[in-house]
T-cell receptor, first 113, second 112 residues
Framework: EAQVTQNPRYLITVTGKKLTVTCSQN?????MSWYRQDPGLGLRQIYY???????DKGDVPEGYKVSRKEKRNFPLILESPSPNQTSLYFC????????????FGPGTRLTVT | QKEVEQNSGPLSVPEGAIASLNCTYS??????FFWYRQYSGKSPELIMS????GDKEDGRFTAQLNKASQYVSLLIRDSQPSDSATYLC????????????FGAGTRLFVKA
């Protein structure tokens, strides 16, 4: 089954404790992206990647890191999480260079206390 | 700051009616436009994409694009209770075409 998977689905952590949210897709898509979704603000892009070893900032990259060492994986790293990073996170992938027709993972709900 | 604006709603329509959802965008150079549907507690799923001025129909859904007015709309004909969801408008930036800007979404309720 073609899909985007994220792990973990739910995570509660404390301020400053490094964490990684994994994202993997099995559709051989070049483009991958991370978003956060907050009430009233919609989806905001954190980082995106056009291909292996190619990443770029979205609108809200502060406090996040990403890497793209393999085509199928695009982990999101929070080196020192803070409470304002409490949010619902989505990973997405796309086969198109225009990167508009995106397929989303199930989401990861992160709470930082 | 490039923006995509949507009325947050909720928009309430009776079953069988036409639901009309609207979106405006600020970047005149935007080339690609998308509508996603998001059920409560679920991830967004693509329902329509449109790239040129005019109408594009797919089943009960019609997307309309007017680049001169920087306006995108989605019509849902014969609305069903299962259409009740939040509808997200998304626009791709022109340069490089790799950034996607989402609107905050419009909540739609279809009353049986």
């Amino acid at each position: 089954e073609a899909q985007v998977t994220q792990n973990p689905r739910y995570l509660i952590t404390v301020t400053g404790k490094k964490l990684t949210v994994t994202c993997s897709q099995n559709m051989n898509h070049e483009y991958m992206s991370w978003y956060r979704q907050d009430p009233g603000l919609g989806l905001r892009q954190i980082y995106y990647s056009m291909n292996v070893e190619v990443t770029d900032k979205g609108d809200v990259p502060e406090g996040y890191k990403v890497s793209r060492k393999e085509k199928r994986n695009f982990p999101l790293i929070l080196e020192s999480p803070s409470p304002n990073q409490t949010s619902l996170y989505f990973c997405a992938s796309s086969p198109l260079t225009e990167a508009g027709e995106q397929y989303f993972g199930p989401g990861t709900r992160l709470t930082v206390t | 700051q490039k923006e995509v604006e949507q009325n947050s709603g909720p928009l309430s329509v009776p079953e069988g009616a036409i639901a009309s959802l609207n979106c405006t965008y600020s970047d005149r150079g935007s080339q690609s436009f998308f509508w996603y549907r998001q059920y409560s507690g679920k991830s967004p799923e693509l329902i329509m994409s449109i790239y040129s001025n005019g109408d594009k129909e797919d089943g009960r859904f019609t997307a309309q694009l007017n680049k001169a007015s920087q306006y995108v709309s989605l019509l849902i004909r014969d609305s069903q209770p299962s259409d009740s969801a939040t509808y997200l408008c998304a626009v791709n930036e022109k340069d490089g075409g790799f950034k996607t800007i989402f609107g905050a979404g419009t909540r739609l309720f279809v009353k049986a």
